[in-house]
Every structure is written in structure tokens, then in C-alpha cells.
């Protein structure tokens, strides 16, 4: 079965441009959730889909959003990039998002450079 | 969620045991307690996790204690490869967040 997969795995843009980020979960995975690291922060929960729909949000300003698709490939993106979005960005997918019973399994992430 | 206390680093010598501790004195009943590690700036990978039992599978076992605020992750036999960022989490609920700490830097040596 393949992995989750993460596009692009490198970026560079510039203060005020937005990006686009792409995430592909394990085939039947229906969760997907977005992370940020930072050396400053560590690993931060940005935001969860579910069905298309967002479950649960991290405490990130309203430049980040994301979606989801119909077979659950999700996409997250941020508007006008500050210096401070430089980081590796990580997606996590699992069948239904239950502790109990689910296990989170991630993808190589894409590595933001804002210049 | 329930916070959880690890040592910032530890020192392993390839082939021994490797023993890291979690504390999470706080974690309620219907938490789990779950382990992933990280190598050098790549995707967090799942280890194992559990309730109450202990838990063993191909890569470690999970010792939690009887009242279920500390917990040990067992690497039987360490290698070079076993170099990584662990992380102990505990957690619940539907949401599918893992809210990660700053872990243990395991170092591997010869």
C-alpha cells in the first residue's frame, strides 16, 4: 500500500505570495491532518478534514486554510507568506480520526523557504 | 489533552536496550498514550501505542504503569538506524490532533 504523499517536497517564494500545498493519503484514509514545524515551535496541529469537511482547527491565523476533496486528497494553502511560514509542513492521514482505534501515519512534508 | 514530561536527550550504545521514559501524570481514563519518532527532518513515524496494557510489536514494546501516569517505550535492540526525535503522546478523542512535545533526542552510538 502506498504511503502518504506530499507535493511539492521543496518550495521557495516571497513575502506576500500564497502557496499551495498538496497532500495524498493512504488509499481508504478518510482524516487528513496538516502540521507545521518550526525549530522555534516544534510540530504544530494546523487543521483536520474529514468527509470534506474541517473537524478541528489549531490556534494558526486565518491565512492558512485548507480542503478536502472527494477521495480525500486534501490541499492547504497560505496567503500573503511571511518569514515566519518557513518551515516543513506535514500531513498526516487515517482511516477515521479515532484514538481508540486509528493510527496517524505521515508523509515526507514540504519544506517552505519564504525569501 | 493530557501533557506530557520527557527527558530532552539520551545516549544509547548500538545493540543495547533503550529504554525512554514518558511522564503524563495528568492523562485521563480514555486517553492513549502513543509513540512516534522522527528522523532528521522527515515524517513523524508511528511506533506504538496503548490504554493500559502493555503493548509489543516489531519495532518496541510499551511498558505503562498500573496507574497510568508514566509509561516506557523499549527499543529491545538499538541500532544506528534508531537515531531520532521520540515523541510520547497522549490523546483521545476523534479529532485526529496530536499535540507533540519537544521529545527525546536518542543518540545511537558504537
Known amino acids: 500500500k502506498a504511503g502518504v504523499t506530499q507535493t511539492p517536497r521543496y518550495l521557495i517564494k516571497t513575502r506576500g505570495q500564497q502557496v499551495t500545498l498538496s497532500c495524498s493519503p493512504i488509499?481508504?484514509?478518510?482524516?487528513v491532518s496538516w502540521y507545521q514545524q518550526t525549530p522555534g515551535q516544534g510540530l504544530q496541529f494546523l487543521f483536520e478534514y474529514f468527509s470534506e469537511t474541517q473537524r478541528n482547527k489549531g490556534n494558526f491565523p486565518g491565512r492558512f486554510s485548507g480542503r478536502q476533496f472527494s477521495n480525500s486528497r486534501s490541499e492547504m494553502n497560505v496567503s500573503t507568506l511571511e518569514l515566519g511560514d518557513s518551515a516543513l509542513y506535514l500531513c498526516?492521514?487515517?482511516?477515521?480520526?479515532?484514538?481508540?482505534?486509528?493510527?496517524?501515519?505521515f508523509g515526507p512534508g514540504t519544506r517552505l523557504t519564504v525569501l | 489533552d493530557a501533557k506530557t514530561t520527557q527527558p530532552p536527550s539520551m545516549d544509547c550504545a548500538e545493540g543495547r536496550a533503550a529504554n525512554l521514559p514518558c511522564n503524563h501524570s495528568?492523562?485521563?481514563?480514555?486517553?492513549?498514550v502513543y509513540w512516534y519518532r522522527q528522523i532528521h527532518s522527515q515524517g513523524p513515524q508511528y511506533i506504538i501505542h496503548g490504554l493500559k496494557n502493555n503493548e509489543t510489536n516489531e519495532m518496541a514494546s510499551l511498558i505503562i504503569t498500573e496507574d497510568r501516569k508514566s509509561s516506557t517505550l523499549i527499543l529491545p535492540h538499538a541500532t544506528l538506524r534508531d537515531t531520532a526525535v521520540y515523541y510520547c503522546?497522549?490523546?483521545?478523542?476523534?479529532?485526529?490532533?496530536?499535540?507533540f512535545g519537544t521529545g527525546t533526542r536518542l543518540q545511537v552510538t558504537l
Open positions: 503522546i497522549v490523546y483521545t478523542g476523534t479529532a485526529s490532533k496530536l499535540t
Open positions: 488509499s481508504g484514509h478518510r482524516s
Open positions: 495528568t492523562i485521563s481514563g480514555n486517553e492513549y
Open positions: 498526516a492521514s487515517s482511516l477515521y480520526g479515532r484514538a481508540s482505534t486509528d493510527t496517524q501515519y
